[in-house]
């Protein structure tokens, strides 16, 4: 007799988190190096949107916020015109829509498909969303109005800057879906983390956790930095041995004397 046919298994459901301020507030003072070493221990391999850099340089400041994502398609010529621009919200526009939408503590990720032939977006709706309570911006494309962006404090991390209007090539197809950014699959929620160095992608639910063991390791590796500075040799200090360990657990304890 014919075989069953099979039945998919459905996809396990992730129940969301939300990470709270105060988590993100202790994760933007953390380093981009601790927090992809704690996540390479627990089998992260890249978490870094390698390729992205600030427009503000390494006055950048850091941040840390909750991930809204926006996917973008190749543009069409019967849709991506001058007059989807219009007033009021529409399907075609979702950009304007996302930009609407997101929250204070967002961060907003944009899928652009590595694809810096046109601007992701410029100064106006950059400025929308910080005014909005965004903590910054982020695309794997290009941004246009790069001088102006660049002289905000307000982080906008790209692959470039050019003038070419987004209706060129890309497309505004999701919002809030999962997407890649940078080679790097983002999902809605996720904290986005960046210093002059990087932006990091870091699971929603391992924020907390993360921010705990990272807050740890800058203070240990704070310390070791201090003894490498006099002179010392790395075997048994980088990475720290349990006696290196101990000699920093009693340093703090005695109060973080200047060492000799």
Known sequence: MPAAPLTPTPA???APVRVDDTVLDRLARISSGSLTTQLYKKGFRQPVLVG??????????RFAGR?????????????????????APNADNLQ???VEQTQ??????IDSRRDASAASMGHML????????????VTDGAFRDGLELARMTFPTWSAGVTATTRLSFHHVADLQVPIACAGVAVYPGD???????????????????????????????AYLALRVQRGEALWGLYPPSPETREQHRRWVADGRPALD
């Open 104 to 109: 204070p503590g967002d961060v907003m990720v």
């Open 191 to 221: 904290v986005i983390h960046g210093d002059a160095d990087n932006i990091t992608v870091v699971p929603a639910h391992l924020a907390a956790e993360l921010a705990q063991l990272c807050e740890a390791q800058d203070d240990l590796e």
């Open 126 to 137: 950059v400025t929308r969303m910080m005014k909005r309570g965004v903590r910054g911006v």
């Open 12 to 14: 396990p459901t992730r």
């Open 67 to 87: 991930a809204f994502t926006l996917r973008m398609i190749p543009a069409r010529e019967d849709i991506d015109t001058y007059a989807t621009l219009t007033t």
């Open 96 to 98: 304007w829509v996302g």
């Open 52 to 61: 992205l850099r600030p427009l503000q340089g390494l006055q950048v400041p």
